[in-house]
T-cell receptor
Framework: GDSVTQMEGPVTLSEEAFLTINCTYTATGYPSLFWYVQYPGEGLQLLLKATKADDKGSNKGFEATYRKETTSFHLEKGSVQVSDSAVYFC??????????FGPGTSLSVIP | NAGVTQTPKFQVLKTGQSMTLQCAQDMNHEYMSWYRQDPGMGLRLIHYSVGAGITDQGEVPNGYNVSRSTTEDFPLRLLSAAPSQTSVYFCASSYSWGSYNSPLHFGNGTRLTVT
């Protein structure tokens, strides 16, 4: 069945470091791909999305490119801040609207 | 604009008790769903609805009931609580259930402990 795999962490980085969180998916058909972020004590919020191959989603300095050939959607940011500390979830969505989430990656950014 | 509102925020139950987690959205979304979040397991879909009067089971439906009498509300009922239901529960909605593009909008969650 459909699934999403991502590095679980926790990931600890110093402020201004480069961030990569890997995400790969398996799906029948061509899903839309999403990154959600969860700040402590809150629900998930959409961070960015891509709906077809080679699309790049971007928001708040984060980017991810839909790579059909490697079935990947890795999240990157060039310079992280303390305020980026959160849990990040990769997700895929098929036409049946059952969104599949990865296990989440906890990120801590230290000053 | 309130978005997705969940109540209560915290709840403690004893084994065998029943309760209803409330979820309401004011965005006129067709699709609503319930997830549970457990450490190391990400989010798992419990039940979902693609419109008023229509519900279906997700990945982990046992022990939970839902109904959708209006577009706005989608309550989750625990009939007889068990310690295995200790979790954080999230309600989420989206504009069009058939669309690839519409993201989920989440409530802030209900933290449930069953003793």
């Amino acid at each position: 069945g459909d699934s999403v795999t991502q590095m679980e962490g926790p990931v600890t980085l110093s402020e201004e470091a480069f961030l990569t969180i890997n995400c790969t998916y398996t799906a029948t058909g061509y899903p839309s791909l999403f990154w959600y972020v969860q700040y402590p004590g809150e629900g998930l919020q959409l961070l960015l999305k891509a709906t077809k191959a080679d699309d790049k989603g971007s928001n708040k300095g984060f980017e991810a490119t839909y790579r059909k050939e490697t079935t990947s959607f890795h999240l990157e940011k060039g310079s992280v801040q303390v305020s980026d500390s959160a849990v990040y979830f990769c997700a895929s969505k098929t036409s049946y609207d059952k969104v599949i989430f990865g296990p989440g990656t906890s990120l801590s950014v230290i000053p | 604009n309130a978005g997705v509102t969940q109540t209560p925020k915290f709840q403690v139950l004893k084994t065998g008790q029943s309760m209803t987690l409330q979820c309401a959205q004011d965005m006129n979304h067709e699709y609503m769903s319930w997830y549970r979040q457990d450490p190391g397991m990400g989010l798992r879909l419990i039940h979902y609805s693609v419109g008023a009067g229509i519900t279906d089971q997700g990945e982990v439906p046992n022990g939970y009931n839902v109904s959708r009498s209006t577009t706005e509300d989608f309550p989750l009922r625990l009939l007889s609580a068990a310690p295995s239901q200790t979790s954080v529960y999230f309600c989420a909605s989206s504009y069009s259930w058939g669309s690839y593009n519409s993201p989920l909008h989440f409530g802030n969650g209900t933290r449930l402990t069953v003793t």
